[in-house]
């Protein structure tokens, strides 16, 4: 979308234009939702904090500023969604896992929120790592993963589209896997509950 596009967009939007609205949510909702399912496995939770930020948008539309990039506020807030989603459920595994983890591995894990890692937090990093995890993989390899997990297409529909085996779908996600576990574990060794949640 050009800037005037943007612009103009912008404008109906904190009018209250119901149809600039609904333009902008079939633009966005698909890739948004794409991003959010690369994190969270769960269907209909994805779904749910994607529409929420939508609903946030429009309660706050009066605050849209004709030049602003909604779409990267949008993706902005459900980052943030995101992440505190992760943070609870890392939150739920580590109390599930603690007592089996040492006093000194314990500290580690606990200051990974405020040290290191540039500042960031450790939901921060986590997504950070599977970004980076996924751009690694093969080519083949990642556009089965893309298509079966972020686009959450059947394995059969993943198999015609890219002309091989429902076999070989399989055979590359095994893989995907695999590959972004063991590069995750390498870097985060004490999050593997959280990782294998992530990757299920």
Known sequence: MCLVENTQLNIRLKEGNPSAYEELFKQTFPRML???KLFIHDQAQANDLVQECFVRLWE?????SPNQSVES???VMLRNRCL???RDQKNELIDKSISAIGENELQHLYQLDFTGREEKTLEESLIEAIRESVDNLPEKRKLVFIKAKIEGKKNKEVAEELGISVKAVEKHLHQAKEQIRTEMLKEFPL???LIAMILK
């Open 34 to 36: 794409g991003y959010c």
């Open 60 to 64: 706050k539309r009066l605050t849209i």
């Open 73 to 75: 506020l949008l993706f």
């Open 84 to 86: 505190n989603y992760l």
């Open 191 to 193: 999050l593997s509950l």
